[in-house]
């Protein structure tokens, strides 16, 4: 195995698994928490990713397709998207590429929300294109809820991504981004009011001033 990434709460390896070319996610044990409740978590929060994996590639989103799961190690064996960032190749894209891209985000968003799934942590940092197509990566935060407040979340946090990453691209993508969502979900339109209201709330003040 060969050392990818570390993340906060998971260490992701390139290993090879009976000769295909995986990821395996490895949730380490934390010291801060008690040993059995910080077990539980774990395993938790590894089966809960595992089902988010399969249940949003099950209802037509692109997602590494999930080999093993060993509850024992909390660890995930899933596929190797061979493919680039889409944080790192999103300036680069031409504009009609960029809307094309960012109306398909759209629709896989629109249909996990549809199917009651919230991906948790939606950036251009958990897109991977590959072939013209986008997989989504990276479900740990994600969970299973018809809540519109979740919703509202995920998307919000969409937006932020794209202002935080990519300035100069953000309203022209998140508009390409709120086409594709309108298309799928028929609770766009509530899901988006919520955006706004997430928008208006306390820490962002100074565009609750401009509005008033």
């Not at 059995?36 to 989103?61: H, M, P, W, Y």
Request: hydrophobic share 40%.
């Amino acid at each position: 195995m060969s050392l990818l990434k570390k993340g906060a709460e998971a260490y992701l390896y390139i290993d090879d698994w009976f000769g295909f070319k995986v990821i395996r996610k490895v949730r380490v044990p934390k010291s801060f928490r008690v040993s059995i409740l910080d077990e539980q978590l774990r395993r938790f929060r590894t089966v809960n990713e595992a089902k988010l994996l399969i249940e949003s590639r099950r209802c037509g989103v692109p997602t590494p397709i999930v080999f093993d799961v060993d509850l024992l190690k909390t660890t995930i064996i899933m596929e190797f998207i061979e493919g680039e960032l889409l944080r790192d190749l999103l300036p680069s894209l031409s504009k009609v590429e960029r809307k094309s891209i960012c109306r398909k985000i759209g629709e896989y968003i629109g249909l996990l929300h549809s199917n009651g799934i919230v991906h948790g942590d939606l950036t251009t940092s958990n897109m991977i294109l590959l072939d013209g197509k986008v997989y989504f990566i990276d479900f740990g935060l994600g969970e299973f809820t018809r809540e519109v407040e979740a919703m509202g979340v995920d998307l919000h946090l969409m937006l932020r991504a794209l202002e935080s990453t990519h300035y100069s691209l953000a309203e022209e993508c998140f508009r390409s981004v709120v086409d594709g969502y309108s298309s799928v979900f028929n609770m766009a339109e509530r899901v988006l009011r919520k955006v706004e209201e997430i928008r208006m709330r306390g820490r962002y003040v100074s565009e609750r001033r401009r509005k008033s």
